[in-house]
C-alpha cells in the first residue's frame, strides 16, 4: 500500500516525503528495529526516486526519516512528562538509514534527507499540555551540528506557547507539525457561533449543530470510544473538548455540513450584534473592530484558525 501511494502521491508535486517505518507487520517483532526500520525506509525510497525520474526525467525529493512520532491526535492517557530522544538514539537513527540508503543503491539522495523526527520533550493529552523545556533538550539539540543538510522535525507541538514554539526553532526543531489544533480552534469557532445564534433565533430555527454532532458521535463512536475513557459525563466532555480532539473526523458528514451551512445562513442575515461577538468572540471582536477580517460568519471561524496557523509563522519567520 506505501509503494503504491507513493506512485500516486509523486504527480502531485508532493516533494517532502516522511518515510516512516517503524510499524509492525502481522508477523513482525515489536518493536522494529532501528536496522529494519531503516532498510524498509530505503526500499520506499527507491521507489520515490525512480517514480520522480520516470515522471520528470530527475528527482528533487526532499525526505524525513525518524520514528519517534507520538499517537496520532495526542496520547490516550495522561502525561506527566515525555522523555526526550537521546542523542544516542538519533545518531543511531541517521547511521542507520544512511547505510540504508547506499546499501539500496539511493545512496546520492542521502544529501536530500533534510529532517529526522525526534522527541524534543513536547505531548498533550485530552487536557493537559506539557511543554517545551529548552534545557532538556540541549544535548539532543548539539547533535544537528554535526549534520549540516538536517534538521529536526518535531511532532504534538499543537498547544504550545508563542515562547516555546520561537525556541523549538531557535534549538532546531525546525519543523513543527500541528495538527487538532487547527481542527480544535475550528470547532472553537463553530460552537462559538452557535452560541450567538441561539441568543438571537428561536430554537426552531437554530442549526442545532451542536445537537446533532453529539447525537452523530454517540451512533458511530468508532472514532473516539478507544481513546476517551470515563463516565458519561467524562465522556460527554471529551468528544467536545479533549485537546485530541476526536470530533475532527465527524465535520466531513453529510449532516453535520448541512448543520453548518444553516449555521452561517442564519448569521449572514445581518450582522452579528457586537456585544454578542465581544462575549463569544473575543479575539476576533478585536480583528473586525481593527479592519483585519470581515464580518462574516465564516471569517470569524478562519480568523480563529489563522491565529493558530500565525504563532507557527511567526515562530519560523514565515509571514
Known amino acids: 500500500m506505501r509503494m503504491y501511494l507513493l506512485h500516486i502521491m509523486l504527480p502531485r508535486d508532493l516533494k517532502k516525503i516522511h518515510l516512516d517505518c517503524s510499524m509492525s507487520c502481522a508477523d513482525d517483532p515489536i518493536p522494529l528495529t532501528d ?26 525529493i526532499v525526505y524525513v526519516v525518524g520514528t519517534e512520532v507520538p499517537v496520532p491526535g495526542g496520547a490516550a492517557e495522561e502525561l506527566d512528562t515525555v522523555e526526550v530522544t537521546s542523542p544516542d538514539a538519533a545518531r543511531k537513527t541517521l547511521a542507520c538509514h544512511r547505510q540504508a540508503f547506499y546499501d539500496a543503491g539511493v545512496g546520492e539522495c542521502w544529501t536530500r534527507v533534510i529532517g529526522l523526527v525526534v522527541q524534543p520533550g513536547v505531548e498533550f493529552d485530552h487536557t ?45 526543531f525546525a519543523i513543527l507539525k500541528v495538527g487538532p489544533a487547527l481542527t480544535f480552534a475550528m470547532r472553537e469557532g463553530l460552537y462559538a457561533l452557535c452560541a450567538i445564534e441561539e441568543t438571537l433565533f428561536p430554537l ?53 455540513n448541512t448543520a453548518i451551512d444553516t449555521l452561517m445562513d442564519n448569521l449572514s442575515v445581518k450582522p452579528i450584534p457586537l ?43 514565515v509571514h
Open 275 to 317: 456585544p454578542l461577538l465581544s462575549q463569544y468572540l473575543p479575539y476576533q471582536f478585536t480583528q473586525f473592530r481593527e479592519g483585519k477580517i470581515a464580518g462574516t460568519p465564516e471569517s470569524f471561524v478562519i480568523a480563529k484558525i489563522r491565529d493558530v496557523l500565525s504563532v507557527y509563522a511567526d515562530a519560523c519567520n
Open 35 to 60: 536496522e529494519i526500520v531503516a532498510s524498509r525506509a530505503a526500499r520506499l525510497a527507491v521507489i520515490a526516486e525512480n517514480t520522480a525520474k520516470k515522471i520528470f526525467g530527475f528527482s528533487d
Open 128 to 172: 493537559g499540555i506539557i511543554d517545551y523545556q529548552s534545557e532538556k533538550a540541549q544535548a539532543l539539540s548539539q547533535v544537528v551540528n554535526d549534520y549540516s543538510h538536517l534538521v529536526f522535525e518535531a511532532h504534538s507541538t499543537d498547544y504550545q506557547t508563542n515562547q516555546a514554539y520561537q525556541q523549538l526553532v531557535h534549538d532546531h
Open 204 to 256: 426552531e430555527k437554530c442549526s442545532r449543530l451542536r445537537e446533532k454532532m453529539e447525537q452523530l458521535m454517540c451512533r458511530e463512536p468508532n472514532f473516539w470510544q478507544k481513546y476517551y475513557h470515563g463516565d458519561e459525563r467524562q465522556l460527554a466532555f471529551a468528544r467536545v473538548y479533549s485537546f485530541s480532539d476526536r470530533i475532527r473526523y465527524y465535520w466531513p458528514d453529510a449532516e453535520i
